[in-house]
């Protein structure tokens, strides 16, 4: 049970917007904060370590693309949720924002109610993990070519430690607690995104290609028209 409010920070640049969502989402019970760029919310971030940023995409000087970048290396924040705010008509990848860290993006405008609960949505993931907090987690995982550091959210291989973005890191460790166990993509969607949260079809594929990078292309394995497997042997 969430005892104290969950914390938003609100970025974007239009005051209009910021004062919206922010009446809502107080109505609605949040503790809300706020930044007009993308440098003060960085700032911001590090002082109250938000339960989840609402971020707009298209900001002068520094874009929601490059603020979610930054913010995703501030390892404090690493169970921080990221949605972007994205305008009907901007060119805006998804793909990119989900590379750059993102959990989710909304378009906007958006109704109050829509908001609502699209942000009631996501913040139930980390319920779920709060709940699940006592039961889990060994905090190194060993493997014959590979150690998981579950506190740390990095892997070391051949001796070098890499740190992995959360949903890749969230992903490997998916794929690890049963190796050689094909995991469809819609278990994949559901156990690492979360069934309320909408994402491109690319994705996962996105993320695999990421993690082949970093520690073997063998290492996991594509089922066609399934999903994917990791390779113990």
Request: charged content about 35%.
């Amino acid at each position: 049970m969430q005892k104290d409010p969950y914390r938003i920070l609100l970025v974007d640049d239009e005051r209009d917007i910021l004062e919206f969502m922010g009446y809502n989402l107080q109505r609605a019970g949040y503790e809300i904060y706020k930044a007009r760029n993308g440098r003060n919310a960085i700032d911001m971030a590090d002082e109250v370590n938000p339960h989840l940023i609402l971020l707009d995409v298209m900001m002068p000087e520094m874009d929601g693309i490059e603020t979610c970048e930054e913010l995703r290396k501030n390892r404090s924040l690493d169970q921080t949720l990221i949605v972007f705010l994205t305008a009907r008509g901007e060119d805006y990848s998804q793909i990119a924002g989900f590379d750059a860290g993102a959990d989710d993006y909304l378009t906007k405008p958006i109704k109050p109610k829509v908001l609502i609960s699209r942000i009631s949505a996501l913040l139930k993931r980390i319920r779920r993990k709060d709940d699940q907090e006592m039961k889990e987690d060994i905090p190194i995982i060993e493997l014959p070519d590979l150690i998981i550091d579950q506190e740390r959210f990095l892997i070391v291989k051949d001796g070098v430690e890499i740190v992995l973005p959360k949903k890749e890191f969230e992903l490997l460790k998916l794929l690890i607690s049963k190796p050689e166990k094909v995991f469809t993509r819609d278990e994949i969607f559901s156990r690492v995104w979360g069934d309320d949260v909408i994402v491109g079809d690319r994705t996962i594929d996105v993320h695999i290609r990421k993690l082949r990078e970093k520690i073997g292309e063998k290492k996991i394995k594509t089922i066609k028209g399934v999903g994917y497997k990791y390779v113990s042997s």
